[in-house]
């Protein structure tokens, strides 16, 4: 455990100035809601468990840093700009610390199993006699209640309950998770998007909400049209691969010595689809997008017939020419090399405590003033434990 004596309190800029966050959270859930909070100048403050912290300090390969010092890669992509202090909640000092926590903060982000908080002594009701207007984030696996309320939640798992595996991959029978965590990332945004209305809420009310989500509640919310196809019209969306359940041609579709992806979204994009390509204009099979839809593998064919004379960069070229949206498929070094990727401030640096100089993925919100300019590596665990207990000092002495 390594505990700073030489952090100062952070000078904090951004919407969220002034706002202090307690984060319990662990994994990736919460902690992205927590620092999405941070990314928008809130100060958060991370509670981990005494030599371990948060379990996704252990989530690896890859690790990377000196040998007394290993740092994993997953827990750097959710915890920037926060602070970490160490505390046993089962203790007595720990209690006390979270007391303080609570009574000097706005918000407390927890993603424990339901029941868990109420048998730490820090039930809601507890925590709203010690800060009337400390808004409280719960995020679970599968919801605070229902039938199956107390039940453990992994973000694949909620990829396979919530229907987002059955819509994934390149056939029916070949259900297919998301390469990232989409559940818990999107449980993340949710969480913060409820906090901040609870925030701008209680400037009216003068009091603190509970905001629950979850993360099937997270997958579900964003079936979009998928979800209505099966509540309003009966049908069960299957996977489809690369391609759009009820938009063609909007897919992926192979080229000379590649691929490229084209999103003809409508019909005037369609008559400058075919003349750039070359297919038929009058071939009735493709007339309007439902014929085209229902008619998706005859139309791939027919494409790809035509994209395959020439690469990828002769057909984007026109596309774009065209106003076509049409685009590659990048690799990861390639888009964080990308100079689009790093104008829209997608790539941060940071001076991490033993790593040094890193650069991390940035946020995706960005403000023309007032945001926050400078960033925070994230913490080791035990970091703040002298900053934030004397902040709390101070904090007591002054009411």
Partial sequence: ??????HKEPDLQGPLQGIVVVDLSRALAGPHATMMLGDMGARVIKVEAPGKGDESRSWGPPFVGPEDARESTYFLSCNRNKESVTADLKSPEGVDLLTQLVRHGDVL????????????????????????RLVILSISGF??????????????????????????????????????????VLAGMNGAYGVLSALYERERTGRGKVVRTSLLASIVGVHAF?????????????ATGNHHASIAPYGLFRCEGGEIQVAVANEALWVKFVEIVGLDATDARF?????R????????EEIEKALLQHPPAHWLA????????????????QVYTCPQTRSQGLVIKVDHSSLGAIELPGPAVRFDDGGRHQHCAPPRLGEHNATVRTWLEGAGVNG
Wanted: hydrophobic residues 30%; aromatic residues 4%.
């Fill in 293 to 300: 839809t229902a008619q998706r593998c005859d139309l791939v």
């Fill in 1 to 6: 455990m390594a505990a700073s004596t030489t």
């Fill in 226 to 238: 998928q979800g209505t196809r099966y509540t309003v019209a009966g049908e069960v969306g299957r």
């Fill in 143 to 184: 919801g605070h209640d229902g039938p199956q309320g107390g039940r453990p939640g992994y973000d694949q798992i909620a990829q396979g309950e919530a229907g987002l595996m059955s819509l994934t991959g390149p056939d029916p029978g070949t259900p297919t998770k998301a390469g990232v965590p989409i559940a818990d």
């Fill in 318 to 333: 026109h596309m774009h020419a065209a106003g076509i949206p049409a685009g590659e498929v990048r690799t990861l070094d």
């Fill in 287 to 291: 007339a309007t997008n439902a014929q």
């Fill in 109 to 132: 982000v927890e993603n424990f199993r339901p029941g868990v908080m109420d048998r730490l002594g820090f039930s809601t009701e507890q925590l709203h006699r010690i800060n009337p």
